[in-house]
């Protein structure tokens, strides 16, 4: 019970601060259709974003995005980049598996076609095994860890993947 009144707790915390932050002219049901998994997973279709929103973590997703960085929520390489850094530790784990969920999402999130999907990631697995076997790696932040992984991202589908990938 604890735990809940905790996570609702927090859940109030983040409400409060999206709702007192002075230029972020977003309303609280544009936050849940402009930001967080749901915009992610369905830009275009309002009521499955603010349902996935809500079902995912009650939105408190959303909320953080649209509070800590507001260009998030509008979509494109931004999210990209937000959804890496806010999932890295379950990318990595799809990544070291070659599948899942968040690795799904951030070849959806990018536009990538789904019959280049095996490919972008097998070339993704091979990139991001160099990384972490750096001897640098297990000292850098979540940031840096984020970074690398969209900077090989990137250049793999903008050199390699280019006419397969259509992130705006």
């Given amino acids: 019970m604890k735990i809940v009144n905790k996570f609702m707790l927090s859940v ?34 309002e009521g499955v ?8 973590d009650l939105g408190t997703t959303a909320i953080s995005s649209n509070v800590s960085s507001p260009d998030t929520c509008q979509g494109g390489k931004a999210k990209t980049a937000a959804f890496m850094h806010d999932a890295y530790a379950y990318i990595e784990k799809n990544l070291a598996t070659g599948n899942g969920p968040y690795l ?3 070849l959806a999130l990018s536009g990538c076609e789904a ?12 990139d991001f095994s160099k990384i972490v076997a750096d001897p640098g790696y297990s000292s850098q ?7 690398g992984l969209y900077n ?8 390699d993947f280019a006419g397969s990938c259509h992130i705006a």
């Avoid at 983040?14 to 977003?26: E, F, T």
């Avoid at 019959?115 to 091979?126: F, K, N, Q, T």
């Avoid at 932040?141 to 970074?147: D, I, L, M, Q, S």
């Fill in 12 to 45: 109030i915390a983040l409400v409060a601060a999206a709702l007192s932050q002075p230029g972020h002219a977003r309303e609280f049901a544009e936050i849940y259709t402009q930001c967080g998994l749901g915009a992610i997973i369905a830009p275009k279709t």
């Fill in 49 to 56: 974003a603010a349902v996935t929103n809500v079902t995912w």
């Fill in 104 to 106: 799904d999402t951030l």
């Fill in 115 to 126: 019959a280049a999907r095996p490919a972008i990631v097998g070339a993704l697995r091979s």
């Fill in 141 to 147: 932040t979540r940031y840096e860890h984020a970074n």
């Fill in 152 to 159: 090989i991202f990137y250049r793999r589908i903008g050199t």
